[in-house]
C-alpha cells in the first residue's frame, strides 16, 4: 500500500503545484486503455471526493489498428461502465486526414484527438480535460527538443497546465511528475489491467527511438538519472519561459499597432529591446494575426532576426500557415499574405551539405551526405527523399515549373512532360505552379509534391540501387503552406 500512496500524494502535490483542480471542477479524463491513462483514470476516480469532481470519460479510435483499437474502445467503455462514469467515444480517420494536411501520422493524429477532446468539453459543459502525460514523456519531450535544436519554448517541454484550443476549457496533466515505473507499480499493486499498443514498442519514429534506444543508452553509459535531469530541465525553463512571456505581453500595448490582419511595431523600439523579447514579441503577433501556431523552427527566427537589423525595405520572411513579415521603413509588419511570384523568379541554389530556407516560400530543406552503410537508418518518404549521390550533378536548384519542363519518375524507363505527370497524380491546375522541384544540372530530380502517395516523386536516373556507395538526403522541414511539425521553436 505504500507505493500506491505514494503516487497519489505525488500526483495530488502535482496537482496542487500546479492549480489543477477546483472545487466542483466537471473533467473529462482521456483514456486509451494503455497503463498511463488507466492509471490517471484511477487516481482521479480516488481523489474525486477530496475534489468534489464530476468525472466523465472519452476515448477516440484514430482507426490505425484495426481489431486491436477496437478492443481498445471496449476496454474503456467497459472500465468507465464498471466505475459509474459517462464514456463518450469517437472514430477519426487518421490516414484520411493525413493525405488532405500532408502531416506525420504522430501530429495527424495528435490534431484529431484534441479536436474531438475539445468538442466533448464543450458540448458537455467541461472545466478541464485530464490527459496522461508522464515525467517520462516530458523527458522525452525535452530531449527531442534538444535533437532538433528547439529555443526556450521547445525545451520547457509539455506545459503541466494550458487552455484548449480558443476555449477556457485548461488541459491538465496530473501524471507529468509520476514516472512510468511508477504508474507500473501501481497498477500491479491494485490489479489493474491495461491495454497494450505494441507500436509503441516499436523504434519506427523519433520519439519511439529516444525512448527506446537512446535514453537506455544514455542511462546506462552516462547519467543513471537522465530522465530526472531532463524533467527538473524542463521545469527551470517552463519558468523562464513564462516570465518572458509576461514581460512581453507587458510591453504589447505601447509597441503593436494596425489591426488582427496586420501587426505593426516600431523597428526602433523593437531593436533597443533583448533578443529574446524581440522573439516573443514577434512570436505574440503572429499568434494574434493566426491564432496559436505551434513553435517556429530557429531558422525562421535568425532569418527574421536578420530582417529586423540588416533587411532592406520591402524585404520579407514568409513563416508556415500563410504568415508574412515584411519590413517597410520605421516599422516591423506582420500579416497573412499569400507571397506571389512568377515561376521564373524562384531559383534557389542549394548548400550541400546544410540547411537551406528559400524565402519566397518560406521552404526550409536539410540536406546531408551519407555512407552506403548508412542507407538502411535514413528515413525515405514522408518528407525526405534519399538519392544516389553520385549520379548527381551539382549545384542543386529548387524552381518552380517551366513550359517545356519533362520528368523521368521512378520506375519509368523514358521521360514524360512534367505537366502530364502531374495531371496523371490529379494536382489541380491552380497548385501545379505552385510545386516545388529539385533540379540537378537543369534535369528534374524530384517533384516535392505533398499528395496523396507522400511528399512527391524521385527520378528513375538518381535512385539509390546495390551499386551506391554515397547517398544524398533531402529532407523539407517545414513550408509556409503547411501546418509546422514542432521541429525546433522559440
Known sequence: MG??????????????????LDKGDRALVAVSGGPDSVTLLDVLFSLRDKYDLSLSVAHLNHMLRGKEA??????????????GLPFFSGKRDVRSFMK???????EAARKLRYDFLEDVARREGMDKVALGQTADDQAETVLLAFLRG??????SGIPPVRVLGESSIKVIRPLIGTFRIEIEKYLEGKGITSRLDASNLEPIYLRNKIRLELLPLIAHEYNPKIKSALVKLAGILQEDNRYIGERAKELIPGMFGGNKKKIEINLASLQSLPVALQQRLVREAVNEIC?????????????????????KTGSYIALPDGVVVRKEYGNLLIMVEEARHKMSELDCELEVPGKNYVPEIGLIVDVHLFGREDVSRLEVGGRAACFDCDRIKFPLHIRFRKNGDRFSPL?????????DFLIDRKVSASKRDRIPLLLSDGEIIWVMDPGE????RIGEKVKVTEKTTRVLQVEVVATSEMCYNGNGGF
Open 291 to 311: 491564432g496559436n501556431m505551434r513553435p517556429l523552427s530557429l531558422i525562421h527566427w535568425e532569418k527574421i532576426h536578420e530582417l529586423i537589423g540588416e533587411g
Open 3 to 20: 507505493e500506491l500512496n505514494r503516487v497519489l500524494k505525488k500526483v495530488q502535490r502535482t496537482i496542487e503545484k500546479y492549480g489543477m
Open 100 to 106: 488532405k494536411t500532408h502531416l506525420s501520422p504522430e
Open 150 to 155: 528547439s529555443g526556450l519554448a521547445g525545451l
Open 453 to 456: 502517395n507522400g511528399w512527391g
Open 411 to 419: 520506375g519509368m524507363k523514358g521521360s514524360k512532360k512534367l505537366k
Open 70 to 83: 477496437e478492443k481498445d474502445a471496449c476496454f474503456v467503455k467497459e472500465l468507465s461502465e464498471k466505475l
